[in-house]
């Protein structure tokens, strides 16, 4: 179990990937279909972290993250303005399920266009939103203002978060894999939410 939990480390993957991989990870989270399993919460966190070790360098990392999280959203945005109400008839796959999106649809509809700010604190509605938000065919000037404001917050606060918290706590390397699954379970906590309140 160590062994697994060790090669899941955001840390590790990190490392791994290096931030060329990283920014990657965050642009297919997005908005890619199948990045809807990317970590993206906690990859951003682990890199801030690293970041305040001098591990990587926090000014390129809070701007390529910001870019890649924007240009995701667009790709995602443009895909569902162009492929339209079929993408909700197309077949279930190891890369999509149209559960996933019809839960990003219910988003939408619940909190209209903040849903493109909103989203990004949500596991797998953070990657369906913008292509529900081209589906729905709103207004290009308006996503890109609160994909922009979203984009920002997002990256910014959770990379800033575990710089801050990595410039703070002496020894916080310690204890990083136990943040990082708070962190996973927080924000996979709404999700849980959402689906036990549309059962009842």
Not at 35 to 40: A, R
Not at 44 to 60: E, R
Not at 69 to 75: E, I, K, T
Not at 80 to 103: A, V, W
Request: aromatic share 16%; proline share 4%.
């Amino acid at each position: 179990m160590e062994n697994i939990l060790h090669l899941l480390e955001p840390s590790l993957i990190i490392k791994t990937v290096g931030i060329i991989g990283l920014f990657f990870i965050i642009f297919a989270e997005s908005g890619l279909f199948f990045g809807f399993f990317f970590p993206g919460d906690s990859l951003l966190f682990t890199a801030g972290f690293l970041a305040s070790q001098n591990i990587l360098d926090i000014t390129v990392l809070l701007i390529g993250s910001f870019l890649c999280a924007v240009l995701g959203d667009n790709v995602g945005y443009w895909f569902g303005k162009e492929i339209g109400p079929k993408i909700f008839k197309k077949e279930d796959s190891i890369f999509f399920h149209r559960d996933h999106l019809t839960r990003a649809k219910k988003f939408y509809e619940k909190y209209g266009k903040k849903t493109i700010i909103l989203a990004r604190f949500v596991p797998i509605v953070r990657t369906f939103a913008p292509i529900v938000a081209g589906v729905g065919e709103m207004r290009y000037r308006d996503f890109m203002v609160f994909n922009l404001i979203g984009g920002l917050v997002w990256s910014f606060g959770m990379v800033l978060a575990g710089y801050f918290l990595g410039r703070a706590i002496p020894g916080v390397d310690e204890y990083i894999l136990p943040i990082i699954i708070l962190i996973i379970f927080s924000s996979v906590l709404p999700v849980f939410a959402e689906l036990i309140r549309s059962k009842k």
